[in-house]
């Protein structure tokens, strides 16, 4: 009894008021198990919050900067292909003038244009335009996946939170614990070993408590480089969150309709018009041209035309004989169609794979979710039969150990089953948004 020797006057008084903290001690329980039931009723105000920490990383994420501007290189790409072959300017000079009747030429200026097959230049910016189109789908893949981070660290923060609240209740709950051991010390009721048993589980909690904050400010740091911002800013998180009590309707139709399958789909017509183009390039280029050749008059000789420039209009055909480059481009392109094909096909049933996994795992934590609401009414239970024992002197601090701690791992499932149904729901979301939107 040394250890309490300067617990005596206080254990006296405590003893005087031991219905009262008995009554503080079932007020405690009481109030975990009512916080457990109310904890997760969601509310609007937190869904607009989550909304506000999207549309401010959608705005500032270099991500999505990054691949706005490679989509904005590839629409200028189009400026770039909608060109003719460059004009072809000549000057030559004649070191040993070629005498004529007319006269002896002096020099020569030439000039040339050859102009693509008709079509072909209409058929490059087309293709261009589907690969700009194919990087655009980047852009909504992307911010998808920025809405799924952003929405999946926010949830983290909170089940981090909600574990340091649940923390918290039970390290007043086990101060009351001791109050009560001390008194049924002083009484005769209780061991030394029953106080140090729950100072020792309250040095756990503490300790998890620590470590929960730490946590946090590593997840909040990720949080804030999803929106692009200085990591110290701190980071509030509703207080409640809750799982909707009716089923939620989920269109998988929409998969199909997912922008990493369009992104295929997109690729494919690139294709289509790469090979158009491969079609249009294999046919003849039309040249024309103007040839001026300067001629000296003759002083010896007076006749009609003496020193009459020349003046000599071309038109050159360039004709693609050797063509072997053209069907082998050709070949590729199918080959590549094909490859797209088989690539959509597997990234589909991985996509299926993912969405069926969500919804399992989503229906599997709301069964967990409501498996610990029943352990926390028998934990009710067993606060009433420790109660009935206390009025009768019998109370057993181990008991009473296992029940905080049965209590405790039911929270912490039950927030844990919240995290992983809105978890898998932004899972969910990422593969069946509606396409309209983001």
Known sequence: ??????????????????????????????????????????????????????????????????????????????????????????????????????????????????????????????????????????????????????????????ANKATQDVVAENIKLLETYETLALTAVEVGKASAVDVLRLQM??????????????????????????????????????????????????????????PELLQYEKRYTAIEQSELLNQKESNPLIGFGLDYINVASRPDMVFNDNGKDIIMPMLAVSIPIFNKKFKSKSKQNKLEQQEILSQKQELLNTLETLLDKAIKDRISSKISYNTQIKNLRQAKNAEEILNKSYETGTIDFNDVLDIQELQLKFQMKQIEAVNTYYVQTTIINYLTKDPTGI
Do not use: C
Request: avoid cysteine; proline fraction near 2%.
């Open 201 to 258: 589980r309250q040095n756990e909690l503490v300790e998890s408590q620590q470590i929960l904050e730490q946590q946090y400010l590593a997840e909040q740091t990720a949080f804030n480089n999803l929106l692009n911002r200085e990591n110290e800013v701190s980071v509030t998180v509703v207080g409640t969150l809750g799982i909707p009590l009716e089923a939620i309707d989920i269109n998988t139709e929409n998969l199909v309709l997912h």
């Open 1 to 158: 009894m040394n250890l309490f020797e300067t617990y005596k006057q206080k254990l006296k008084k405590e003893n005087e008021k031991r219905i009262f903290h008995f009554s503080l001690f079932t007020f405690h329980l009481r109030s975990v198990i009512i916080f457990s039931f109310s904890l997760f009723t969601f509310h609007f105000s937190s869904a607009q919050q989550l909304e506000t920490f999207i549309e401010e990383a959608l705005a500032n994420n270099p991500a999505i900067q990054k691949f706005e501007l490679k989509y904005s290189i590839a629409s200028e790409k189009v400026n770039e292909v909608n060109t003719i072959p460059n004009t072809e300017f000549g000057v030559g000079y004649f070191a040993s003038e070629p005498e004529t009747r007319t006269g002896a030429q002096r020099f020569k200026v030439s000039a040339k244009q050859m102009i693509p097959w008709f079509g072909t230049i209409a058929s490059r910016e087309n293709y261009v335009r589907s690969l700009a189109d194919a990087t655009y789908e980047e852009i909504v893949i992307a911010k998808r996946k920025l809405i799924t981070a952003v929405s999946q660290s926010y949830f983290k923060l909170y």
